[in-house]
C-alpha cells in the first residue's frame, strides 16, 4: 500500500440516541476495492457519508485524501477527486442524460469531450437524450455511475449502486468499479448482498454499526469453516 | 362501513404525519394568529387622513383647522401660507391639502375672492374620497351656519389619479405582490425539492461553493421575477389604462433586485424547514404580513407607529411606494434610488441567511 488515501480509525457516530456507527477503522491506497458489506440500516451510508465529508463523526479520527476528519471542525476534503454515487436517484429528474452529465463536466471544469466517452464507455448513446426522469432502474444506474465518475476520481464512493437491478447491469457496475480500482482509484461499494460480496478482494463486514476488520472473503468463509461468504455470515448472525 | 374505516385509516395517517411535521403545524396555528392580531391592532382602515392647512393668516387657518379638527378621522398635521398645502401634499407629507384664498376662509366665507382649494393626492382614491367629502361637507355646513348658503364655492383638484380609479390605486402594488409571492415561492421550493428528492446530497458532493449555489440557483428566478414584473405592468398599462408618468427604466430597474430580495428570502426559509410544507407555511407567515402593512391592502399612513416600523422593514414597502411614485407621481430615478436601498439591505440580510443556514453537511 503505497500511499493511502483513506486512513481513518475509530469511527463513530450517532444521530439522538441511536448509534449509527461504531468504532469503524479503514486503510485504503491507490488500487483498493473493498466492499462494505452487510444488512440494512448496519452503519454502511453513513461510513460513506462520513469518507465523503457530508457527515461529520462524533469520535474517532483519521484523513481521506490527506483532508483531516474527526469530530468538530474537519479539513475540507477537496471534492474534485471524490465520486460519489448516493442510494438515491440523485439526478436532475426534468433533465436528460446529457444534460445531466454536462452540469457534471462543468462544475468538474472538464472539457466537454469527456462526456461523449463516458455515453460510449457506458452504453448510454441511446438514452443520451431521454430525460433521467422516465429511465428504468437498470438505466438511471449507469447514468449515476457515469456522473459520479466522470472527473476520474481518486476516491470513489458508492452506495448500493447494484440494488435492484438486473444481472446484466450489476456485472458491468462491478466491472466498471473493478476497472476504476486497476487504473488506481480507491473504491469504497456498499451492498447487502453476500454473493457478490464474495467477488471482492476486500470486505469489511457491518453489523448493528460495527464493522470487522478489513480482510478477505476467503479469510472470512475459512475461519468460518463455511462453503459460503453467506453460510459464514448466516453463522456469525446466530445468537 | 369498510368504507369509512378506510377514510378514518387515511385521516389518521394524514394527521399523524402533520403533528410529526413541528415546524408546519407551528405555522399553520401561527399564521392566522399572526393575521388576527395584525387585523385587529394595525389596520384600522378609518384611522385619521392627514390634512395640511395653508391660509393667508395664522388666525384663518387656526379657524379652519379647529372646524376640520371636529371631523371625525380628519388629522390636521401642518398649517402655513398659502402655496404650502399643496406642496406638502406633493411630497407626500398630507393626504389633503386645503389652500384658503386670500380673504377667504371657514371664519369669513362672506368675502370675496376665489373658490377654497382643496388639493388631493388621489393615488390612493379611497383614502382620499371619503376625507374629501368630509371636509367639503364641513365647508358646506360653515357657510349654512352664516347664513350664506349660496356663497363661493370650493374646488377640488385630485392629483395622480384625477377620476379617482380604484383599480389605479392597488395595481402598482399589485405588481409587487405578484413578484414577492411567486419569487418566495420559487425560492422556497428550489432548495426544499432538492433535499426532497436527494439531488442536494449529490450537490454537496461536488466542488460547488455554497455561494455559488445560491447564486446559480437563483438567477434564472430573478430573470423570471423581472419578466413577471414587467408582464403585470404591461397588462395593467393595456386593460387598465393605468399610467407610467415617469421613468419606467428605474421601476424595471428596481425588479430584479426586488425579486433576488424574495428568493432569498425563500432559499433561507428553505434552508431552515425539513419538508416543503413547513417551507411554504414560512413563506406564508412572511408574505401576509407584508401585504398588510406596506401600504398595498390598506393605506400605510393610516397604520399606528409600530406598524409602520414593521411595515418599513419589507420591501413590498419600499417597491409599492417606488411603483405608485413612477406610475402614478411621475416620479423617476431619485425616488427609486432612495427605495432601492432598504431592499437591497434586506436582499443582503437574507442572502448571508440563506448561505448561513445552507447546510454543508447532512448531520
Redesign the interface.
Known amino acids: 500500500m503505497a500511499e493511502l488515501l483513506v486512513d481513518i480509525s475509530g469511527l463513530s457516530k450517532a444521530f439522538g440516541s441511536r448509534t449509527v456507527v461504531r468504532d469503524v477503522s479503514m486503510r485504503l491506497g491507490a488500487g483498493d476495492l473493498l466492499g462494505l458489506v452487510g444488512a440494512n440500516g448496519g452503519g454502511k451510508t453513513t461510513t460513506l457519508r462520513m469518507l465523503a465529508g457530508l457527515v461529520k463523526p462524533d469520535t474517532g479520527s483519521g484523513t481521506v485524501l490527506g483532508a483531516a476528519i474527526r469530530s468538530g471542525r474537519s479539513g475540507r476534503i477537496d471534492q474534485r477527486q471524490i465520486g460519489y454515487m448516493s442510494q438515491k436517484l440523485a439526478l436532475y429528474a426534468e433533465l436528460t442524460v446529457l444534460e445531466n452529465l454536462r452540469f457534471h463536466a462543468r462544475v468538474h471544469g472538464l472539457r466537454s469531450d469527456v462526456i461523449g466517452d463516458a455515453l460510449a464507455r457506458y452504453g448510454l448513446e441511446a438514452v443520451a437524450s431521454q430525460r433521467f426522469g422516465v429511465l428504468s432502474g437498470g438505466w438511471a444506474r449507469r447514468v449515476q455511475f457515469a456522473t459520479s465518475v466522470l472527473h476520474a476520481p481518486l476516491l470513489l464512493l458508492l452506495d448500493e449502486p447494484t440494488a435492484g437491478l438486473d444481472v446484466v447491469t450489476r456485472l458491468a457496475l462491478w466491472d466498471w468499479m473493478a476497472q476504476f480500482a486497476s487504473a488506481g482509484s480507491a473504491v469504497v461499494v456498499s451492498t447487502h448482498d453476500l454473493a457478490e460480496a464474495e467477488r471482492l478482494p476486500q470486505i469489511m463486514l457491518y453489523r448493528d454499526g460495527r464493522a470487522s476488520a478489513q480482510t478477505t472473503p476467503g479469510q472470512l468463509i475459512g475461519a468460518a469453516g463455511s462453503p459460503t461468504l453467506e453460510a459464514a455470515v448466516l453463522g456469525q448472525a446466530q445468537p | 362501513m369498510s368504507r369509512l374505516r378506510r377514510i378514518a385509516a387515511v385521516a389518521a395517517v394524514e394527521s399523524t404525519r402533520l403533528m410529526r411535521t413541528r415546524i408546519a403545524l407551528t405555522l399553520l396555528l401561527l399564521v392566522p394568529l399572526l393575521q388576527i392580531v395584525l387585523f385587529g391592532t394595525a389596520i384600522r382602515p378609518d384611522a385619521a387622513v392627514t390634512v395640511a392647512i395653508a391660509a393667508p393668516s395664522k388666525r384663518d387657518a387656526e379657524t379652519v383647522a379647529s372646524e376640520l379638527g371636529q371631523q371625525h378621522n380628519l388629522a390636521v398635521v401642518a398649517k402655513g401660507a398659502p402655496g404650502t398645502a399643496e406642496a406638502m401634499v406633493r411630497r407626500g407629507g398630507a393626504v389633503i391639502g386645503v389652500e384658503v384664498p386670500e380673504a377667504r376662509s371657514f371664519a369669513n366665507p362672506l368675502a370675496k375672492g376665489g373658490p377654497l382649494r382643496i388639493v388631493v393626492d388621489a393615488s390612493n382614491a379611497s383614502l382620499a374620497s371619503a376625507a374629501t367629502a368630509r371636509i367639503e361637507a364641513a365647508y358646506w355646513r360653515a357657510l349654512a351656519e352664516r347664513g350664506d348658503a349660496s356663497g363661493p364655492g370650493l374646488k377640488v383638484e385630485r392629483l395622480y389619479n384625477p377620476e379617482s380609479r380604484a383599480d389605479w390605486s392597488f395595481l402598482p402594488g399589485l405588481v409587487g405582490v405578484t413578484v414577492m409571492i411567486a419569487m418566495i415561492m420559487l425560492g422556497t421550493l428550489s432548495l426544499a425539492r432538492e433535499r426532497e428528492?436527494?439531488?442536494w446530497?449529490?450537490l454537496?458532493?461536488?466542488?460547488?461553493g455554497r455561494g455559488e449555489v445560491l447564486l446559480g440557483k437563483l438567477l434564472p428566478y430573478v430573470a423570471i421575477g423581472t419578466v413577471q414584473g414587467l408582464a403585470v405592468m404591461m397588462v395593467g398599462f393595456w386593460l387598465f389604462e393605468l399610467p407610467v408618468r415617469g421613468n419606467a427604466a428605474a421601476l424595471a430597474a428596481l425588479l430584479p433586485l426586488f425579486a433576488a430580495a424574495h428568493l432569498a428570502l425563500g432559499y433561507a426559509i428553505a434552508a431552515r424547514a425539513r419538508t416543503q410544507l413547513a417551507a411554504l407555511q414560512g413563506a406564508v407567515a412572511f408574505y401576509l404580513p407584508a401585504m398588510l402593512l406596506s401600504g398595498f391592502l390598506y393605506p400605510f399612513a393610516t397604520l399606528p407607529g409600530w406598524a409602520q416600523t414593521i411595515g418599513n422593514l419589507f420591501p413590498l414597502t419600499h417597491f409599492n411606494r417606488a411603483a405608485t411614485g413612477v406610475m402614478l407621481r411621475g416620479e423617476g430615478w431619485p425616488l427609486v434610488l432612495e427605495q432601492a436601498l432598504p431592499i437591497a439591505a434586506f436582499t443582503l440580510l437574507a442572502a448571508a441567511v440563506a448561505a448561513l443556514f445552507q447546510a454543508r453537511?447532512?448531520?
Not at chain 2, 204 to 208: A, N, Q, S
Request: charged content about 15%; aromatic content about 0%.
Open positions: 428528492g436527494g439531488t446530497e449529490a454537496l458532493i461536488l466542488p460547488v453537511t447532512l448531520d
